[in-house]
C-alpha cells in the first residue's frame, strides 16, 4: 500500500502549487520570446537574481525586518485593543450601549482616508504608521470578539452557573472558550489586513521596509527589485495566515471543523 | 435471635435513601409568562428517597416546575422547600440535551466545578461505564455516551435531589432502555430523591414510585406505583398502569376535539 500511497499524497501536496509554477513557466517564455518588453514586467529569472543579489547584500533582510516590526507592533496594539473592548462590550451591556455606536461610527471611516490628518498628528514617523496599522487592524478583532462573547451559548452558561460557576471561574471555562473561534477569526481577518495597511503606510514616507524599497526601484525603473518586493508581500501574507491556522488548530483540536 | 439477611439488607436500604435523599416541598408554587399562566398553585410533597415522574402534554409546564424546584427560574408566587439534614442539599440537574463543553475532556467536563476532583471524576465516569473515554473530547461521543457523561457530572456530586429534564428524549428506543436501567440501578444503589420529566408514559411506569401529571399548569393525577423492581415491560400489570396513564393524559386533547366538532356543528 505505501508505494502506491506515496505518490498520490505528493500529488495532493503539490497540487496548490501547480497553477503558480504553470504561470511563471508561461510568464518566463512570454518575456524570452519579447512577448512581454521586460520594462513592463521583467523575467522572472531576472526577479530571481535580484531577490539573490538584495539578500546576498543584506539589504533584504533589513527592509524585512523593519516592515516586520512594523507590522507586528501595528498588530498588537490594533488587535490587542480591538480584543479588549471587544471583550468589554460582550460582557457588559452598560459598555456596550456607551461604546459600541462611537465605534460602529468610526468603523465606516476608511483608516486610509485618515492619512492626510495623520500626517498632521504625528508626522511622517514611525507613530504614523502605527496609527495607521493599528486602527485598521482594531475593528475586524473588536467585531469578531464582541460577536463571538455574545454568541455563547446560554444553555451552556446555565448549566456551569448550576455547577456552581461565576465569576472568572466561569469566564475562563465558558465564555472565553466559547468566543474563541470567532474571536481567531478575528486574528486572521486582522493579519490578512495588516500587510495591506503596511503597503500603503509605507509608502507615505519612509527610509526602510519593504515599501520604501519598491517605491526606490520604482524611480530607478528597476522593475525587477519592485516585483521582489510584491513578492515578499504575499509570502508573508502566505506566512500570517499559516500562523493563524496552526493556532486555530492548536486552541479549537477540540472541534471536529477544525481536525 | 434470628433475623432475615435479605429483610435486613432491605430495611437498611431503605434507612440508608431516607439518610441520603432530600425531602422536596411545594406550596402554592404559581409561574407566569407574559400573561399566561404556566404553574398554577402547585402543592407537591415529595419523601426522601422517592423516584417521581412528571408527565403531561408539551407544554404543560412540567419542564418549568423542574426549572423552579433547580432554582433556574424564580417563580411568582408560593415556595419551594428541599431540605434534609441542617446544611443546604445538594441539587444537581440533567438537561435535555447534555450541555457538555465541548472544549473539556470528558474528564474535565465531569470535575466541572469541583475542586481536585479528579479521582472523583474518574470513579463517578467509571458507574457509567465510560471510565476508558476520559480523555476524548464530547464531540466524539455518541448521543447516550454524552447524556452518560451528564449523569456522572450530575452524580459526582452526590447529590440528594436529583432533577432530570427529559435527558432521555433525544435517544434512540435502545440507547433509552439502557440509560434507564442505568439510571435505576445508580438510583437504587446511592438513594437520592429523584424528580423526572418525562413525556414518555413507558419511561414513567419503568422508573417511577409515583407518577404526576400536569395539566395546564396544575396537578392533576398523583398515582403510586406498586410494581416491584426492576419492572418487566411485558407483564400484564406493567401494560394495565401504562394504559391507564396515557389514557388520563391523552384524554384533555379528546375533550378539545370533541369540543372544536361541537363548534362546528
Same mark, same amino acid.
Given at each position: ?259 | ?35 399566561? %399562566? *404556566? @404553574?398554577?398553585? #402547585?402543592? /407537591?410533597?415529595?419523601?426522601? !428517597? &422517592?423516584?417521581? +415522574? ?50 473539556? %475532556? *470528558? @474528564?474535565?467536563? #465531569?470535575? /466541572?466545578?469541583?475542586?481536585? !476532583? &479528579?479521582?472523583? +471524576? ?144
Amino acid at each position: 500500500m505505501a508505494p502506491a500511497r506515496t505518490p498520490a499524497r505528493l500529488l495532493a501536496a503539490g497540487a496548490p502549487w501547480a497553477l503558480p509554477l504553470l504561470l511563471i513557466v508561461v510568464w518566463q517564455a512570454a518575456a524570452q520570446t519579447g512577448l512581454m518588453s521586460s520594462r513592463i514586467l521583467p523575467e522572472p529569472w531576472a526577479v530571481a537574481t535580484a531577490f539573490w543579489h538584495l539578500a546576498m547584500s543584506g539589504e533584504l533582510w533589513t527592509h524585512l525586518k523593519v516592515s516586520l516590526w512594523r507590522a507586528l507592533a501595528g498588530f498588537a496594539v490594533g488587535a490587542g485593543l480591538g480584543l479588549l473592548l471587544g471583550l468589554l462590550n460582550g460582557s457588559s451591556r452598560r459598555a456596550a450601549v456607551l461604546l459600541d455606536t462611537t465605534l460602529q461610527m468610526v468603523r465606516n471611516i476608511p483608516a486610509l482616508a485618515l492619512i492626510p490628518l495623520v500626517i498632521l498628528w504625528f508626522g511622517i514617523d514611525e507613530a504614523a504608521k502605527l496609527f495607521l496599522l493599528s486602527v485598521g487592524v482594531f475593528f475586524p478583532m473588536y467585531l469578531n470578539t464582541f460577536h463571538g462573547i455574545r454568541a455563547v451559548d446560554p444553555a451552556l452558561i446555565e448549566m456551569a452557573r448550576s455547577y456552581g460557576l461565576s465569576g472568572w471561574a466561569l469566564y475562563r471555562d465558558v465564555i472565553l472558550p466559547g468566543a474563541l473561534p470567532s474571536i481567531l477569526v478575528g486574528v486572521r481577518f486582522s493579519l490578512g489586513l495588516v500587510w495591506v495597511l503596511l503597503i500603503v503606510a509605507e509608502t507615505i514616507s519612509a527610509q526602510a521596509g519593504i515599501g520604501y524599497m519598491t517605491m526606490n526601484a520604482r524611480e530607478f525603473l528597476q522593475t525587477d527589485v519592485v516585483l521582489v518586493g510584491v513578492l515578499l508581500y504575499a509570502l508573508l501574507g502566505k506566512a500570517a495566515d499559516v500562523a493563524a491556522r496552526g493556532l486555530e488548530r492548536h486552541f479549537l483540536r477540540w472541534n471536529p471543523a477544525y481536525l | 435471635m434470628q433475623t432475615n439477611p435479605i429483610e435486613e439488607n432491605r430495611v437498611s436500604q431503605a434507612a440508608g435513601k431516607a439518610a441520603r435523599g432530600a425531602h422536596l416541598t411545594l406550596r402554592g408554587l404559581g409561574k407566569r409568562y407574559a400573561g399566561r %399562566t *404556566v @404553574l398554577d398553585g #402547585v402543592n /407537591l410533597k415529595i419523601a426522601p !428517597g &422517592e423516584f417521581v +415522574a412528571v408527565v403531561g402534554r408539551s407544554g404543560c409546564g412540567k419542564s418549568t416546575l423542574l426549572r423552579a424546584i433547580a432554582g433556574l427560574e424564580p417563580p411568582d408566587a408560593g415556595q419551594v422547600r428541599i431540605g434534609g439534614g441542617g446544611k443546604p442539599p445538594e441539587v444537581r440537574m440533567m438537561f435535555q440535551d447534555a450541555r457538555l463543553l465541548p472544549w473539556k %475532556t *470528558v @474528564l474535565q467536563n #465531569v470535575a /466541572l466545578g469541583l475542586d481536585n !476532583g &479528579e479521582a472523583r +471524576a474518574h470513579a463517578a465516569l467509571a458507574s457509567v461505564g465510560l471510565a476508558e473515554r476520559a480523555g476524548d473530547w464530547p464531540a466524539v461521543l455518541s448521543g447516550g455516551q454524552r447524556q452518560r457523561v451528564a449523569l456522572a457530572r450530575a452524580l459526582v456530586h452526590e447529590p440528594q435531589l436529583l432533577l432530570l429534564d427529559e435527558p432521555l428524549g433525544a435517544l434512540d428506543a435502545l440507547t433509552r432502555i439502557e440509560m434507564q436501567q442505568l439510571i435505576e440501578s445508580l438510583w437504587t444503589r446511592r438513594g437520592f430523591t429523584a424528580v423526572l420529566v418525562t413525556h414518555d408514559v413507558q419511561e414513567a411506569v419503568v422508573l417511577a414510585d409515583r407518577i404526576l401529571l400536569i395539566e395546564e399548569g396544575r396537578l392533576a393525577l398523583d398515582l403510586d406505583v406498586g410494581l416491584a423492581r426492576p419492572r418487566g415491560r411485558g407483564s400484564v400489570d406493567f401494560g394495565s398502569l401504562e394504559q391507564k396513564v396515557l389514557d388520563r393524559v391523552l384524554r384533555v386533547h379528546h375533550k378539545l376535539v370533541d369540543d372544536r366538532e361541537i363548534q362546528h356543528a
